[in-house]
């Protein structure tokens, strides 16, 4: 029979990334009063993402492309333009190839663009880049939360679900009002430095499918976490089956990075 902390970590594969992700703004949301309340939102960020799938021997060329990037990003968090943004190396490596992810997040498409065009114009793009398999994806989050001005290197933990049609605002609420105030906790504990429940905004993937990304300091934080979500789900011993119930459990993946440098506003 499936436990319950089974919809929670799976397997392991990198989904939407999304890195998406995967960092946005800071302020928590309202939360909602009661089960027919709709989620009222955190003001929507929009994270733009590359994934890359790197030969072993050219990781040094992107990996010191990625530390070059970051006085110009830095200035584009300080300017405003962005809200966040990072890069990491698989830590779980999968079928999808993948070894190689960054991030950017925005309030909108249009700086999207301009942190996109200042990357580009202030440095030119390694060849490893040219000979890589690549993939974008641009993912919206609505509900999301984390320490302001976390800066540094870190995990980042992917999970993806596929939901059951009709299902995307019961999962919302639930992990709103069920699930979100654990992760608010754990973010100010420390053991948490963002998380946010993504879903595509531009629908090269599963438009019904969506990605929750927290992003912790460090591996030790990862059975940190793990702890206080059996313990969330101890007091409640319903939400296992209720989150199972919007889902189709059996496309769920999970995905870890090695965070190599990141920063939220």
Known sequence: MMTKRKWWFGAGLWAVVALALLAGSGAAGSRRQGQAQAVVPD????????????????WGDIEKF??????????????????????ARAWVHDANGFTHANWMTATSFADLDAALKAIRGALPSPAAFAKAK??????????HGG??????????WVAQYR?????????????????????????????????????????????????????LPD?????KFQAA????????PELGTAMLATME?????DSVFEVLSFRRK
């Open 66 to 87: 990625y530390k070059d990037a970051q006085p110009t990003l830095d200035k584009l968090v300080m300017a405003g333009t962005l809200v966040g943004y990072g890069n």
């Open 147 to 156: 320490k302001a001005g976390a800066s540094g290197t870190g995990m980042l």
């Open 219 to 223: 591996a030790a934080a990862v059975d």
């Open 163 to 215: 939901l059951r049609a009709g299902q995307m605002d019961e999962f919302s609420q639930l992990f709103d009002s069920q699930i979100r105030p654990m992760f608010d906790e754990q973010v100010t504990a420390g053991t948490i430095l963002g998380y946010w429940l993504n879903f595509h905004a531009v629908h090269t993937e599963d438009p019904i499918g969506a990605s929750l990304v927290y992003l």
């Open 229 to 236: 979500l059996a313990a969330n789900e101890a007091k409640n």
């Open 249 to 253: 459990y059996a496309s769920h993946r």
């Open 43 to 58: 003001p929507a960020v929009y994270t733009y993402v590359a994934l890359w799938d790197v030969p072993r021997p050219d």
């Open 134 to 143: 690549h993939v974008d994806e641009v993912l919206r989050s609505a509900i």
